[in-house]
């Protein structure tokens, strides 16, 4: 009996452990994202990593944005960010029906399949680009590429995007294509230091070409970005808020913790 009262214990603190714990505040989609810390990933396309699993995904529907698509399935895309003491994680889900790449790369990827990432690292909130300002644009055309070495666009204002030093893995899913960067917290334009409640400015994009010629849809995350400005004008960005929390640990280290604390009342009556 005692067994079976211990058995059924630990079963159910382990699914509370992997189900409930760590979540926290998603914050308000197109206004501002709650970004946990300090919490690591491994750069390589798997979205199944535990810090994925409990973050936050904001969904960014295909009629959000100045020129949306017709369906979801079409273009549709959610992202989620999570951040250590070196970089600002953020992993995109991209829902495409056709993806199209490699025709113009580099500066110009925005006219191919492709996310964009905007960093207002001052907050400042200003109309026009300074040194802490950024447009990070990772086009599809890095699926299956060089981690270390991604193509990468957003080529303006001061600090351009391929100068950022971001790093980027894609891959292709059943439904189109998913995205891990990881961008640096400290480069020759800024340097965030993460700590519980800090704000920075921050946006994300998808540009979707469906036919091999420029751009067809832009969809858009900032509800104030209403006619696709952030690429000239942070004020337009939305707002990340760090967030002191760790999203989960191991599951080797949640059977340790499981299993304590089970063992710690095997003195209950059989």
Request: hydrophobic residues 40%; negative net charge.
């Amino acid at each position: 009996m005692k067994r079976i009262m211990l058995l059924t214990i630990f079963c159910i603190v382990f699914v509370c452990l992997t189900t409930v714990g760590w979540a926290i505040d998603p914050g308000k989609v197109g206004v501002n994202y709650n970004c946990a810390f300090p919490n690591t990933v491994k750069l390589d396309g798997n979205l199944k990593e535990l810090p994925w699993q409990f973050a936050p995904w904001h969904e960014v529907p295909h009629n959000k944005g100045n020129v949306p698509a017709p369906n979801d399935k079409d273009a549709s895309y959610s992202f989620a960010v999570v951040a250590d003491d070196k970089w600002l994680y953020v992993a995109f889900k991209v829902k495409d029906d056709k993806i199209q790449k490699g025709e113009t790369p580099g500066c110009d990827v925005w006219n191919d399949d492709s996310v964009e990432i905007y960093i207002d690292a001052g907050h400042e909130q200003a109309g026009t680009y300074d040194k802490n300002d950024a447009q990070i644009t990772i086009g599809a055309d890095n699926i299956g590429g060089d981690v270390n070495k991604p193509s990468l666009g957003g080529c303006v204002g001061v600090t351009q995007g391929p100068t950022t030093g971001t790093i980027a893995a894609a891959v292709t899913t059943s439904d189109g294509w998913a995205l891990e960067a990881a961008v640096p917290l400290k480069n020759a334009g800024w340097d965030i230091k993460p700590k519980n409640r800090l704000v920075i400015g921050f946006n994300t994009h998808l540009n979707d070409d469906d036919d091999g010629g420029g751009r067809d849809h832009k969809l858009i995350w900032s509800d104030k970005d209403g006619a696709d400005t952030s690429w000239t004008d942070p004020s337009v960005y939305a707002e990340l808020t760090f967030v002191e929390e760790k999203l989960a640990v191991s599951s080797e280290r949640m059977l340790a913790i499981s299993w304590g604390w089970v063992k710690s009342i095997e003195g209950i009556d059989e």
